[in-house]
């Protein structure tokens, strides 16, 4: 079965620090794979996305992924984190599942920034 | 372009009462999904439909019905809702084979 696992519940960085957020999946072939940041009181906005081709991939906002096959990760990453960037983000396995397309989320991690 | 709308944003329930929350799509996209979002849980797939008049079960179905009546549109039902049930409500849809696009969220609190 899909399962995504994001082992960071909290983050704390300070404005204008690199970022990392991890990310690790379970999942039998090779997976479709997402980035979403959710802001406080919004839905689910798609920040990247990896399906085949170059392991890293760039997104919105400044962020990039890479996929590494053999860790079974997909950790974003951002070189200087913004004060508007706090939100929560959350890694997510796209894939078919008993003859369905299904997406697995992780658990989040939200992200504070200091000034 | 509106994207998933759902209906109502907020809404406060009593134990025991019922509402429908509503989804609507306006991307023509097959797939529709609910999920509930609980802190500390991410989101957990409710139900699903792969195209009109189909639904199934997702990984918490308990206490929950669907209904894919036309294309566009996919609604949750809280038949006799419970303090469990409090949560915020996301609807999305999928082609499939690329990301989910989200709606806004729906706020539910069951008292």
């Known amino acids: 079965a899909q399962s995504v696992t994001q082992p960071d519940i909290h983050i704390t960085v300070s404005e204008g620090a690199s970022l990392e957020l991890r990310c690790n999946y379970s999942?039998?072939?090779?997976?479709?794979l997402f980035w979403y940041v959710q802001s406080p009181g919004q839905g689910l906005q798609l920040l990247l996305k990896y399906f085949s081709g170059d392991t890293l991939v760039q997104g919105i906002k400044g962020f990039e992924a890479e996929f590494k096959r053999s860790q079974s990760s997909f950790n974003l990453r951002k070189p200087s984190v913004h004060w508007s960037d706090a939100a929560e983000y959350f890694c997510a396995v796209g894939g078919e599942e008993g003859g369905t397309y299904k997406y697995i989320f992780g658990t989040g991690t939200r992200l504070k920034v200091l000034a | 372009n509106a994207g998933v709308t759902q209906t109502p944003k907020f809404r406060v329930l009593k134990t025991g009462q019922s509402m429908t929350l509503l989804c609507a799509q306006d991307m023509n996209h097959e797939y529709m999904y609910w999920y509930r979002q609980d802190p500390g849980m991410g989101l957990r797939l409710i139900h699903y439909s792969v195209g009109e008049g189909t639904t199934a079960k997702g990984e918490v179905p308990d206490g929950y019905n669907v209904s894919r009546l036309k294309k566009q549109n996919f609604l949750l039902g809280l038949e006799s809702a419970a303090p469990s049930q409090t949560s915020v409500y996301f609807c999305a849809s999928s082609p499939a084979d690329t990301e989910a696009f989200f709606g806004q969220g729906t706020r539910l609190t069951v008292v």
């Open positions: 999942y039998g072939a090779t997976p479709y």
